[in-house]
């Protein structure tokens, strides 16, 4: 407002100029505040390292998974984790995790049922969609797992390979 005053007083717009620069320069170094004092909080921070392993160990160690990649733990503030990983499952071991649900001998009299192919379409889509329910089941409890593990993570996402 200063340089504007003197802008007008004296016609020439060589004050007004330098004021433009003045408040541009000015919001410039706050800006620039701003982001060096909340770049962690921007960008997130790891966890700890022992804290990660833990996590990562209880994935490791489960019989349903074969192997993790792409583990990240993200420090949100306030006492919020995020974690996320890439989860290859044994295919065997949800497999069986399903079988075990199930009355076998049913099953085998289902399967002494097929005789077309239309009966076997059916067979496989109807147990095939019963094992990808399992394995989302499987994905819950991981999760769960991981949150009774560590209650700061609040959010897992946990991608099946």
Do not use: W
């Not at 330098?18 to 960008?43: D, K, P, W």
């Not at 993790?68 to 919020?80: E, F, L, Q, S, Y």
């Not at 889509?125 to 797992?145: F, P, Q, S, W």
């Amino acid at each position: 407002a200063t340089c504007m005053g003197l802008t007008s007083l004296t016609g020439n717009p060589y004050y007004d100029s330098l004021g433009c620069l003045g408040v541009g320069t000015l919001l410039g170094v706050v800006s620039a505040f701003l982001i060096y004092t909340n770049t962690e909080a921007l960008l997130g921070r790891s966890i700890q390292p022992d804290r990660l392993q833990k996590l990562t160990e209880l994935l490791e160690c489960d019989p349903a998974v074969r192997a993790i990649h792409d583990v990240k733990a993200t420090d949100m503030g306030m006492n919020k984790v995020r974690f996320k990983a890439e989860v290859d499952f044994d295919g065997r071991v949800v497999t069986r995790s399903y079988l075990e649900k199930q009355d076998i001998e049913q099953l085998l009299q289902e399967i002494q049922q097929v005789k077309t192919l239309e009966d076997l379409e059916a067979f496989m889509l109807k147990h095939g969609e019963n094992i990808i329910d399992t394995l989302g089941a499987e994905v819950d409890r991981l999760e769960k797992d991981l949150k009774k593990l560590n209650p700061e993570v609040r959010h897992v996402d946990l991608e099946i390979l």
